[in-house]
């Protein structure tokens, strides 16, 4: 594990140890009273889900951390598990006042005024009554709402009002940021202005633990990066290497057969459920689709708990470029009543010696005839091969 | 240093996730009260009557009960020389504000946590704001409704006693009641949503079963013995001790015998003694340590339970 970085004075500003969050997921919930004294005996059964497992890394106070990992990863959970948001096993020890931008605007009442939504959501982040009084009007300044301030928010446009979400969060003064992405909301410019905010907190030497799948992101910004996959650890370090890591596409030579193969865990009972693949090339079009449906139209009954495997294999003709395949599961039938999606987690790279530009590489015969009278040379010209 | 080499001893203690309360009073109050004047605003600011509307309610409900139980239905047939139900009005219109304090408190609290659940996921501050920003809210109307409360007794002919010095105290115990209330049904909705329905009727049945209409008097007579005047008595006096260990209706007899007419009889005159108030006292008590209990116990999981 890489050392922190090294002018660090006293205690780290972050440490997690051994970290483990668990979600115990009902696969039937029951929700009223009637329901638990009309089937005392029926307990409800749990599926146990292991969103983080044993993640352990300190952070520096000054430094620029980043997590990141594919969606589901745990990323979000281990954020709100730091913000004290989900209790967890293990032990979390954090120093200085935080401020979390998981979602921004979250307490905004929308038919309070800018003013009393502002004091509010100032001390809900920690503020006292007069610190929030007293910034209100460089928040206000910050956000370019002076004009507004006495509107109530729900007449605030949507830019609007992330704005003022923004400047109030930015404006509790915390020693310890953690930052979810909210930056893919606003527009551009108003990305940059967070990035802007983002940098100068990190050279005013404040903590942040930033959270991204954005891997360009990571570089920029981050000292050292954690790399979450399926809720473990898979590497704490340098953010070029977690980038890396985090990109890794196998590459497959064209020409060869190929499987893709998709693990479902079942949650619940399933009668012939329809898999499918869809690869989506670059253009977001589904080159190559594939479904358990022609061959398997009865694919049997899943227990709850059991798991399945199930294979695509073919030759691969695709071009050469970047494939993204999705999964899908559907309920018996038009095969729209989905059970679960699996999109855009992983991609995969097709090799070849030269791109040509079609879609598909399909071997093609290619044959010249020549001479004075070639046979078939009554066609049309224009459905000749083009040689 | 990695994780490895930290050292754990000298971090002090760790977080565990969200919970009920935190280490700073001031913070926590400053939450609280300031969510109660916010939804305050809301609720008046909005309209253009404002603060009359809220009095509206009970003021309306007085004018149907008064009318009816005493000019039509004529409940208080009081014997001559009996002066308890001297003031009828300011008692039934007293107990009337501070029921309508309990219900609208406690009724408000049972959503609370899952209307602001968005709060919960996305911000770590002390869980116990939500139902206790609401008990307070409900706390402003009890004021301001306490004043016209007030102002009908002296225009009914109640003259000032020394006794209205215990107002803050029969409050103060009603709040802790109601308090404790919140809590619990707050944490129990989040597992059993038809609390709701079920706490409404238990609130319909504490409406008429507290001293609120009924005056406690008739309530003694109705189960003291035989006598001329009461053909129709049980004879079952201890059933009026059980009667009086309700706590809400020790805290409206209080309230009508502390602060409109002392002809009344106390709760403890009619419990016999002031030993046996600790019954009612220990319920209040109860409730609250319970409801605090559970709260402290649900609130690291309520994120994840919505």
């Not at chain 2, 609401?134 to 102002?151: E, G, K, R, T």
């Not at chain 2, 079952?236 to 309230?255: E, G, K, R």
Request: charged share 20%; glycine share 8%.
């Amino acid at each position: 594990m890489p050392a922190i970085p090294r002018d660090t004075k006293g205690l780290p500003a972050i440490v997690a140890r051994e970290v483990s969050k668990t979600f115990r997921v009902p696969q039937e919930r029951k929700h009223t009273l009637k329901e638990r004294v009309l089937h005392p005996r029926s307990r409800t059964r749990h599926q146990v889900f292991h969103a983080l497992n044993d993640i352990s890394f300190a952070v520096a106070e000054g430094e620029f951390f980043g997590i990141a990992g594919r969606n589901g990863s745990g990323k979000s959970t281990l954020l709100k598990c730091i913000a004290g948001i989900y209790g967890v096993e293990g032990e979390i020890w954090r120093r200085g006042r935080v401020s979390t931008f998981i979602e921004l605007g979250v307490g905004f009442n929308a038919d309070l005024a800018a003013r009393d939504n502002v004091i509010l959501n100032g001390i809900m982040l920690g503020l006292s009554p007069r610190e929030a009084r007293k910034r209100y009007d460089s928040v206000i300044e910050f956000a370019e709402l002076k004009e507004f301030e006495d509107l109530k928010l729900k007449n605030y446009s949507s830019g609007m009002y992330v704005r003022l979400a923004f400047s109030v969060a930015i404006q509790v003064d915390a020693d310890l940021l953690l930052i979810d992405e909210i930056l893919a909301v606003g527009d551009a410019s108003f990305q940059q202005k967070c990035f802007d905010v983002f940098n100068r907190m990190r050279d005013s030497g404040k903590t942040i633990v930033f959270v991204t799948h954005d891997m360009g992101a990571l570089n920029r910004f981050c000292h050292r990066a954690l790399l979450l996959e399926r809720g473990s650890q898979v590497y704490i370090g340098d953010p070029q290497e977690v980038g890396d890591q985090g990109q890794r596409q196998p590459a497959v030579p064209q020409g060869r057969r190929m499987t893709l193969r998709a693990r479902v865990s079942f949650m619940v009972e399933v009668e012939d459920p329809q898999a499918s693949v869809y690869v989506h090339n670059e253009e977001h079009k589904a080159v190559l689709v594939a479904s358990t449906v022609l061959e398997h139209e009865h694919s049997g009954r899943f227990r709850s708990g059991e798991q399945a495997v199930f294979s695509f294999s073919f030759d691969n003709v695709l071009a050469p470029g970047r494939y993204n395949p999705v999964f899908n599961l559907a309920h018996r039938g038009s095969g729209l009543d989905v059970i679960d999606r699996f999109e855009g987690a992983f991609s995969f790279v097709v090799t070849a010696q030269q791109a040509l530009g079609g879609i598909v590489d399909v071997p093609v015969e290619v044959v010249v005839e020549r001479g004075e009278s070639v046979p078939g040379g009554d066609l049309p010209p224009s459905l000749e091969l083009p040689v | 240093m990695s994780a490895g080499t930290v050292p754990y001893e000298s971090l002090g203690r760790p977080i565990r996730g969200p919970r009920a309360l935190n280490d700073d009073p001031a913070r926590f109050w400053h939450l609280t009260f300031n969510i109660a004047v916010n939804q305050w605003k809301l609720r008046f600011f909005g309209s253009a009557l404002g603060y009359l509307w809220q009095l509206v309610r009970p003021l309306l409900l007085f004018t149907v009960l008064y009318v009816f139980f005493t000019k039509i239905a004529n409940v208080n047939g009081a014997h001559p020389g009996d002066h308890s139900y001297d003031n009828y009005g300011a008692q039934l219109l007293g107990s009337i504000v501070l029921f309508t304090f309990f219900s609208e408190a406690t009724m408000g609290s049972v959503r609370c946590v899952l209307d602001n659940e968005a709060l919960v996921r996305k911000i770590q501050f002390p869980r116990m704001v939500i139902p206790l920003s609401i008990v307070l809210l409900s706390m402003f109307n009890l004021a301001l409704n306490l004043v016209v409360v007030f102002v009908f007794a002296l225009l009914a002919g109640v003259r000032p006693m020394l006794t209205w010095l215990e107002l803050p105290l029969i409050v103060a115990v009603l709040a802790v009641l109601v308090a404790g209330l919140s809590m619990l049904l707050s944490s129990l909705f989040i597992y059993f949503r038809d609390i709701q329905p079920i706490w409404e009727v238990i609130n319909q049945i504490l409406f008429y079963s507290s001293p609120v209409i009924i005056a406690v008097p008739a309530v003694v007579k109705a189960f003291g013995p035989k006598t001329a005047l009461s053909p129709r008595a049980l004879d079952v006096p201890w059933l009026a001790h059980v009667y009086m260990s309700n706590p809400l209706a020790v805290i409206l007899q209080q309230f009508r015998h502390a602060m409109i007419n002392h002809a009344t009889p106390s709760p403890a005159a009619v419990l016999g003694s002031d030993v046996m108030l600790l019954i009612p006292i220990g319920i209040v008590i109860g409730v609250f340590v319970f409801g605090f209990y559970v709260f402290n116990r649900t609130a690291p999981y309520v994120a994840e339970n919505l």
